[in-house]
């Protein structure tokens, strides 16, 4: 799969190695901005508070399948009008959304690979996403568990907060597996 990765740091340079020693062709773009038309999908992987203007720096995302990786913390808010920033995302690609690994701790990708079964990657979003959405999260390490529609994503922003405050209470940094009685 061709990936354009809005975003070189931790979660997008981490999720970009992964998908790379899994043989997908990616493309890294940085605060400079570049081209998605040849993208299959991309990953939005910037400060919540730069998604704005790294989406207008990136030509070529219409009707893309976007992966929202963003996090809003403290008093920072989506842009006004939406509940989420996957829904402006939504709103300026106009194609398929997932709020997507954004619940996941970056600095532990490389461990990944080691765990005894796969931890979970939580995405909520449009349909239309799943399949890609399944696709990255199992090559980077993963079980895709869907939340939910994009309407759900708010919710899963506000998670991102739940999970930190959960490591800086004793736990350190984790992975999580949401599955059923039967799977563990």
Known sequence: MNITVIGRGNIGGGLADLWEGAGHKVTRLGRAGGDADAAEAVLLAVPGTAMEAALSSVKGLDGKTVLDATNLYGDAR???????????????????????????????????????????????????????????????????????????????????????????????????????????
């Open 78 to 184: 989506p842009p006004a009008g939406f509940t989420s920033n996957a829904e402006y995302v939504k709103s300026v690609t106009g194609g398929p959304t997932a709020k997507a690994f954004n619940t996941n701790f970056a600095s532990l990708f490389g461990q990944i690979a080691e765990a005894r079964v796969r931890p979970s990657n939580l995405w909520s979003g449009d349909d239309e996403a799943e399949g890609i959405v399944s696709q990255l999260s199992f090559d980077a390490g993963y079980e895709a568990v869907r939340v939910g529609d994009l309407s759900m994503a708010a919710t899963q922003e506000g998670l991102a907060g739940l999970l930190i405050a959960i490591a800086q209470s004793g736990l350190g940094q984790f992975v999580y597996r949401m599955a059923p009685p039967e799977q563990l």
